[in-house]
């Protein structure tokens, strides 16, 4: 599947992305349940959407990201309509004085990676193979656009209720403090665009192809259980992740504050982790996974929950107690890895006292261990 | 000189606005020095300003009122530049594709008077001789623009580092809470335009030669010095107000939060109140005033205080242990005292649990008791 690429999507690949986007959505990214349902109806109505690569764009095109944000706690009630989810696309192109030609996910998240084909089949928009993330982050400034220095400006924003907002931000940063505190007072989640980008500026700061990698994702997880296969060992083989924990869920600890959802999990092993006690950290994303103090995998590497059974992922907002769970790992996109990146999403800016190490080596200095 | 109508201001004219203003202002409206000293170097710059009245518009003029929003504890030290004051007006004009005719002061207040004196004169525009309050309130749907159901949109914003928001909310209660959100994080104060309105519509909704009012009452306090009058007399006898408290400050709880002042003084009385205990509560201003449980004047109508000495207004801000002050009233404009008004401006919805009484039948009843 290495060479395959996206061009269309159908109410099946939309169910694919779905689910392959919650495994790259570490947690968070929003429901995919809800954006599935919401694109395949968009897809019925209007037709499939068509899907364009990074190295499709003109130079000059203009492409604008458009997502959810919010805490997805209540993102799960407080579900958008289309007229809310397009809105903020109508108010930067009046801004900009012209039309968007491609529409583009912001991260990969089970619902964010939806959003935008809900509003790409409405307006029969082509939809871009790439996002700003390469998986979810919860705050707005956590984009690769930013760690390149690319303007975040225009902002546009709307309600569910007829309330719009456009902004000029200084940076990110700013970006960020306005818009989760116009979020919080819209009821706590939003529609936005931000970063409205050029051909040129995807192709060079975007993580490309991430709908096809959500897409193959998904398939490999629905195809291995009639191919009797182990689903999360043929997904570990594809993405090159690791297993780091099979447990069962004994503790949750969930709040939404300050338009996040924030919270901790605690897992006792099972299997061969008998005996044995994993903690999850999250806000809105898994963020940090630990044992004994020692970190098995840190932000911005990617931590995911499968289901032990089916190997479908679960968000920070559905995990429940006694879930038997596979907790696994990917090595996050290398623009992460910079000094830039880990300033900006690294363990130490979201309070968590560890250093960051590649999963990769901590994955090897287990196995010295042993 | 009651057939007295402004129509320029110069660096006096200002002098005089500022401490009117602060008075009709009670105790918010932001610190009348500040806005002063601004005003008047502007007055300097780019020459005197020209007042016009509401009757000199036509219908069909575009009419916008310009202000600075937060709490006045952030803005007495967070002095804006005439840069951030004169963006919003940029940004409403790019948004609505047309020219401002007038800018109008939002509300009376010592500092939220003269910000439109400063960007009229920087831009040439005249000024408009009337607000939207009849005095100052703190929240943004505490206008009479407001009870007549005018639209509050297109609402614009900016801050001093170069941030700038546009917002199309669906009503003025929605704008608050929104506006209030961003002047938070924009650290607690900001430019703002709101309520764009005709010539058609000033006439109708706003109140009228307040600017005026604020110069005549500068007037006689600055002038009744120098005739050996008693200053708080004469102010009272041409508003046609009352003395309600004569008294000494002996305890200010003052907060910054949720983006307002908020608090409480007492005061013990002078002279002929000696032995009595008056207590002020206000939020940016002051809005109700009490001896042992009796109102003796409620929001909407004004209450002020005034150094017994000077007559000079004290705002919320500036108010010190120690201060001997005059506390006065003044009915409020009869469009505060209808339901609507009443519902959005009256002590219920400050959270003060007493009924709204018109000031003179207050101090009849207290003449009624002796």
């Not at 801004?95 to 964010?112: D, F, S, T, W, Y």
């Not at 306005?178 to 009821?187: F, K, L, N, Y």
């Amino acid at each position: 599947m290495t060479n395959f690429k996206l061009t269309e999507l159908n109410e099946q690949a939309v169910q694919y992305i779905a689910v392959g986007a919650a495994v790259l959505g570490t947690g968070g990214g929003g429901d995919p349940h809800i954006g599935k349902l919401m694109a395949q109806e968009a897809i019925r109505k209007y037709g499939p959407v068509r899907v364009i690569s990074p190295e499709d764009l003109e130079d000059d095109a203009l492409v604008v990201p458009l997502s959810m944000i919010g805490a997805p706690t209540v993102m799960n009630e407080k579900i958008p309509s289309t007229e809310q989810m397009t809105k903020p696309l109508d108010l930067i192109e009046k801004e900009l004085g012209r039309k968007v030609n491609a529409i583009m996910p912001i991260e990969v998240g089970g619902g964010n990676s939806l959003v935008p084909v809900i509003a790409a089949a409405e307006r029969g928009i082509p939809l871009l193979d790439a996002d700003a993330m390469g998986r979810a982050f919860p705050e707005s400034q956590m984009v690769t656009f930013y760690l390149d220095g690319i303007d975040c400006s225009p902002i546009t924003m709307a309600d569910e209720r007829g309330n719009g907002v456009l902004m000029h931000a200084i940076d990110g940063v700013w970006e960020e403090r306005m818009a989760r505190a116009i979020t919080i007072q819209m009821g706590g989640s939003a529609s936005i665009c931000d970063y409205p980008v050029t051909g040129a500026q995807v192709k060079q700061s975007a993580v490309h192809h991430t709908l096809t990698l959500a897409y193959e994702i998904g398939k490999i997880l629905y195809e291995s259980k009639d191919m009797r296969q182990n689903p999360i060992e043929a997904l570990l083989k594809h993405l090159h992740g690791y297993a780091l924990f099979h447990g069962k869920a004994v503790d949750i600890r969930r709040r939404t504050e300050g338009g996040f959802t924030r919270g901790e999990a605690v897992f006792e092993g099972t299997d061969a982790q008998k005996g044995r006690t994993m903690r999850l950290f999250f806000q809105n994303e898994f963020l940090l996974a630990t044992e004994d103090g020692q970190s098995l995998a840190v932000t911005p590497d990617l931590i995911s929950l499968l289901d032990q059974d089916t190997g479908m992922p679960i968000t920070t907002e559905n995990l429940k107690y006694g879930a038997r769970v596979t907790a696994v790992g990917f090595p996050c996109d290398p623009k992460w890895r910079t000094a830039k990146g880990l300033e900006t999403v690294g363990p130490q800016y979201f309070g968590y006292d560890v250093p960051y190490v590649p999963i990769e080596k901590l994955t090897a200095q287990k196995g010295d261990a042993r």
